[in-house]
C-alpha cells in the first residue's frame, strides 16, 4: 500500500499525466492507486497493455516511475513507458521510443536491461522501412546502437537479434551503393560508377548481389577501357598532325625581306 506521504507527490503525477482530465476519473485513479502497492500497479500495468489498452497501461506505469525512479521496479516502468510507444509506428511515437531508450540507457549504464534499450534504440530506427534510395543517416544511427550493444554485451539474449538486424541494415546501405552505381553509369559517369563499386565489394563483401555489382563493374571497366583507348588514340592524332604542321612549315622556304 502507498503510504500518506506519497499522496501529495502522487496528486501531482496525476496532474502531469492526466492533465485536463475528469476530476472524477482522477479521484478513482487516486483511490484505486492507494490501496495498491508498486508491484500490483505494474502488474495492473501490464494486464491493460496485454489487452492493448496501451494508453492506460502507459498511465500506470509512467506512475511506477515517477513514484520509484531509484527502484529496480522503477526503472522497469520506465522501459515500459518506452514500449508503449515504441509499440505504435508512427513517427511522433517511435521519436518519443527512442528518446526514452536513449535516456535510459545513457541514464542507468549499469542496469542489467540497458542491452534491451540499446536493441530498441535500433529497432526505433529501423522499424520503418529502410529504402536505399533514401536519406541513410537512420540506418547509421540503428547500426551504432546494435554494435554498442555487441560490444558491451556478448552474452545478451539480444546479441542474435541485433546481429541479424545488423546483417539487414548493411545490405540496405550495399544496395544503396549499388544503385548509385547504376545511376552513374546510366550517365556514362564511368569512372564514377566504378569506384561505387569498389567500395561495394570492399565494404560489403556479403551483398546478396554482388553477382550484378560484378556484372556492371565488367561493363564499366570495358567502357573505361574504351574511352581510355579513344582519348589515346586522338592525342596521338592530334600529336601525327601536330608533327605534319611542323615539316611543312620547315620544307617551306624562307621569305626574303625586300630590300
Known amino acids: 500500500m502507498i503510504d500518506m506521504r506519497r499522496l501529495v507527490l502522487l496528486s501531482l503525477v496525476f496532474a502531469t499525466l492526466f492533465g485536463c482530465s475528469s476530476a472524477s476519473r482522477e479521484e478513482e485513479l487516486l483511490t484505486e492507486l492507494t490501496d495498491m502497492n508498486k508491484t500490483e ?7 491493460l497493455y496485454a489487452a492493448g489498452k496501451i494508453e492506460d497501461a502507459r498511465d500506470y506505469f509512467s506512475f511506477v516511475y515517477d513514484t520509484f525512479p531509484n527502484d529496480p521496479m522503477g526503472h522497469k516502468a520506465a522501459l515500459r513507458v518506452a514500449d508503449t510507444f515504441a509499440v505504435k509506428k508512427d513517427t511522433a511515437s517511435l521519436t518519443e521510443a527512442r528518446l526514452r531508450f536513449r535516456d535510459f540507457a545513457n541514464r542507468y549504464p ?9 536493441l530498441m534504440v535500433g529497432q526505433t530506427y529501423s522499424a520503418r522501412q529502410m529504402k536505399p534510395d533514401r ?3 537512420t540506418v547509421e544511427e540503428a547500426l551504432n546502437a546494435y554494435r554498442q550493444l555487441l560490444t558491451l554485451y556478448p552474452d545478451s539474449d539480444y546479441y542474435e537479434e541485433a546481429e ?3 546483417g539487414q541494415l548493411l545490405d540496405v546501405l550495399a544496395e544503396h551503393e549499388l544503385i548509385t552505381a547504376e545511376f552513374y553509369a546510366r550517365n556514362k559517369r564511368w569512372l564514377a560508377a566504378s569506384w561505387r563499386i569498389d567500395f561495394l565489394r570492399e565494404n560489403y563483401p556479403d551483398f546478396e548481389r554482388m553477382d550484378e555489382a560484378d556484372a556492371l563493374y565488367e561493363r564499366v571497366q570495358t567502357e573505361i577501357t574504351d574511352a581510355q583507348e579513344y582519348l589515346k588514340q586522338l592525342i596521338e592524332e592530334k600529336q601525327r598532325e601536330a608533327k605534319k604542321n611542323k615539316k611543312t612549315t620547315e620544307d617551306k622556304p624562307p621569305v626574303e625581306n625586300p630590300q
Do not use: G, H, Q
Open 41 to 47: 500497479i505494474f502488474e495492473k500495468a501490464e494486464t
Open 110 to 118: 549499469n542496469d542489467p536491461d540497458r542491452d534491451y534499450a540499446l
Open 135 to 137: 536519406d541513410l543517416s
Open 164 to 166: 541479424s538486424r545488423i
